[in-house]
DNA sequence: TCACTGAATGACAGCGCTGTCAATCAGTGG
DNA sequence: CCACTGATTGACAGCGCTGTCATTCAGTGA
């Protein structure tokens, strides 16, 4: 860290000087243009490389360039589904050289219109956004930025340009109808702070009208207003079982931390699983499928969420079309404890 | 999204006009500077919700404003480390109303190289790296580009500006020596892909120094070139026990993933955790501890680390004295599987 | 009354780059 | 040899904002 009030740092201008062309050109060198010379090119390189030249995007940003950044607004990085989403944004954004520009929610519409504001401000090239509950605001400034976005996570509310996700409604009835015929009658829910958490609240629903259609109800349902993890689903698990409520046959966690808690119960105080009791979760962690017996659960497809809704953005700047809606679906794991 | 050739968006120029005061006063009294009448700001910030506008920050920044973005290269988002750290840096740089733009170096350092040099361009008021191998190039820029700069995780070696972690060799050399104090003597290790994670490695490295101290060595040692997770320690405890080596009290592994893993294949193969095995870890993860027994392990303060990151660059840009080198430590968690 | 002070406002000149359109020039066919 | 074409190169004018340095003007004490 040079103290001497840092000798500004090279522009186009001394590159191009250097090279004796003009800036236009050299700005062309350096961005790939196709209509400039071999020759000239080198020159270029070489005069940009031997000062030390690095681009400024804000400027070429401002002057009408392309942007290559994207805003991204999750709720929560505690919660690993989001981390495994920005994993495949990230992936794919890099591979065509664009960068997350990260907003964490949590959970507050109101914090997370002051992000859009806010990412919106650096004119990104586009923005994902997992919706905590959007504010008119917030929907007036997306729309009227003229910019690709995707809204991920959920497909089940119309979106503002295009959205990528799966029906977690459709996840937890799914589960229930599997179990169902599966011949487990007595269903219980334990789950974590579900009043923020609307994805596990709509799975819950779903799992709910799943139930209804075979005649049937929850015997037993504990929710506890922490974030979901390991230990709350041991604590809610046990606290079902203490309860005295009927005692069910199977257990439907609101993810699977929480069902890989209640599995750590089970193990500690001797209920045999799956024969005692069953116990199905949500999200196909690793962690599940590694357990002494496999997690019953559903694998959703997060990285791919991310992935896909990179690539919706890149198609979109490419000028190509697509779809306002991508249902990346689900799928049922059945392990052992069920 | 209007498809007429998006009327673009009102500039400073238009909310100044409107509110009658010029470019500058509007200007002022938007980024609330305290030099503006109460009538004047009301003025102004009436005209630029009437007229719907959006700070340009792009222009801001270029005119020689403040940026509130801070680069943030780490090597991968796959090992729940990283998420972590992310979200203590996010958290305390959202505070400030700062934003990390994100890059992923995948481990390689010409991918980290390119990411610094991308980043940069955006002209952004910190950056704080995971370093994987800091090509000179790299080292040059970041200590020509005259902002802030924090090196996170390690402080085994000299930062170019900040750096901000924990000693590995030290924590490895921490557990070796309260093994051997409890009492244990034969150890073997189980790890990831240390080629690529350094981190482990010099864990492994202080782990044996600690032998050495006692008089002992490994009496087995599995690395396998994956990245890490419950399977791969589950399966590289089992290639540890079928491999005809003298049979250890204990096995220290890579990290929290790896000896969950390990305490699973105990689980499944009827191994008593500690009697018959002891298992130590690294990391202090929430799942280790939920374990029906739970791990021994040293706990990184993962998150701590992100949050000082972030709080040496926001000191910096403050003007305020930082310390080259913050030592976060970590601590030693007697569970139960050893 | 008058210089003097400090608060509020404004004029101006870029920040460093790129889009647009014009200019240049070697090569081509008639 | 000349008009014509396509490939390179360049001049120019901003992009939208903020730092710097005036300028204005009401209030103050002598």
Do not use: K, W
């Given at each position: 860290m040079s103290k001497e009030k840092s000798p500004r740092k090279p522009t186009l201008f001394e590159v191009a000087a250097r090279a004796g062309v003009s800036e236009i050109t050299a700005s062309?060198?350096?961005?790939?243009?196709?209509?400039?010379?071999p020759e000239t090119l080198q020159k270029v390189q070489q005069a940009a490389a031997s000062l030390g030249y690095l681009r400024n995007r804000l400027?070429?940003?401002?002057?009408?360039?392309?942007?290559?950044?994207?805003?991204?607004?999750?709720?929560s990085l505690s919660n690993i589904v989001f981390p495994d989403v920005l994993k495949g944004l990230e992936d794919r954004l890099e591979h065509a050289g664009f960068h997350p520009v990260l907003g964490i929610s949590n959970y507050d519409p109101q914090q997370e219109e002051q992000l859009i504001r806010n990412l919106l401000s650096w004119r990104p090239a586009g923005?994902?956004?997992a919706p905590s509950g959007m504010t008119d605001a917030s929907r007036a400034m997306l729309s009227g930025a003229d910019l690709p976005v995707v809204e991920i996570m959920d497909i089940d509310t119309d979106p503002?340009?295009?959205?990528?996700?799966?029906?977690?409604?459709?996840?937890?009835?799914?589960?229930?109808?599997?179990?169902?015929?599966?011949?487990?009658?007595?269903?219980?829910?334990v789950g974590h702070d579900i009043t923020n958490d609307h994805r596990a609240a709509a799975r819950l629903v779903g799992f709910k009208s799943g139930l209804t259609e075979a005649g049937l109800t929850l015997t037993?349902?504990?929710?506890?207003?922490?974030?979901?993890?390991?230990?709350?689903?041991?604590?809610?698990?046990r606290m079902l079982l203490d309860s005295g409520d009927t005692l069910p046959d199977l257990v439907y966690f609101s993810n699977d931390d929480m069902a890989v808690g209640g599995v750590f119960h089970c193990m500690a105080a001797g209920i045999i699983l799956p024969d005692q009791l069953a116990i199905a979760g949500f999200n196909g962690l690793e962690i599940g499928q590694s357990l002494p017996v496999a997690l019953t659960t559903t694998a959703s497809h997060r990285a791919l969420i991310g992935e896909t809704a990179a690539a919706c953005i890149l198609k979109r700047l490419a000028g190509e079309d697509t779809a306002r809606m991508t249902d990346v679906g689900f799928s049922l794991v059945e392990g052992g404890t069920s």
């Open positions: 062309r060198a350096l961005r790939g243009s196709n209509m400039v010379t400027a070429g940003a401002l002057a009408g360039g392309p942007s290559n950044q994207v805003g991204v607004i999750l709720p923005l994902v956004i503002v340009d295009m959205a990528v996700g799966m029906s977690h409604r459709g996840a937890g009835l799914a589960m229930a109808r599997h179990l169902i015929a599966r011949g487990y009658r007595r269903f219980a829910y037993g349902c504990v929710t506890l207003a922490e974030p979901s993890s390991v230990a709350l689903g041991r604590r809610g698990l």
